[in-house]
């Protein structure tokens, strides 16, 4: 008698933990962190050469979420917008920390990098509110306002029957 063996399949090469999907969506949040710190890097360099506070250039940082607006449509509205928010209260707090930076830099005459280093929570705070005119803070206050809304509303509509 000829004893039969059963073939067992090939093993399958370990799953990934993360999925395609969920790469997507982390590579969506991540943008969404780094769009809003360079535009407020840019609004600080802008500031600077033009030797201006240009308060209106805190909306660039939040209408740079535009760009990734869809990776918060996974999300319920109120925790898209609450993500939005957060990416650009990030980018506007770094601006403004590099704005107090130059201000530090050219009043003591230390390098950028140093002043950067050199400054602490406490110091840009107040360097910063000793700046802020109620016009800007109007704008940052507008700028947080519109990451919200283009988080709350990165929704596709439902498809019509």
Known sequence: M??????????QP????????????????IAA??????SGALW????LRLHAELPS?????????LLVREHFA???HWLGGVLASL???????YALWLKAAMVVTMALGVGFIDAI????????????????????LGMILGALALAYWIGFGAHKPAPQK
Do not use: E
Request: glycine fraction near 6%.
């Open 117 to 136: 280093f050199m400054i602490g929570p406490d110091l840009s705070l107040a360097i910063t509110r000793a700046r802020l005119s109620g016009g800007a």
């Open 14 to 29: 370990a799953q990934c933990a993360m999925t395609k999907s969920s790469m997507h969506r982390l590579s969506g949040l």
């Open 57 to 65: 250039l805190a909306l660039l940082v939040a209408a740079s979420l």
């Open 44 to 47: 600080s360099v802008l500031s």
């Open 33 to 38: 962190v780094f769009l809003p710190l360079a």
């Open 74 to 76: 996974p999300y319920p």
């Open 87 to 93: 990416c650009c209260a990030l980018g506007l707090v």
């Open 2 to 11: 000829a004893s039969r063996t059963t073939r067992q399949p090939a093993p």
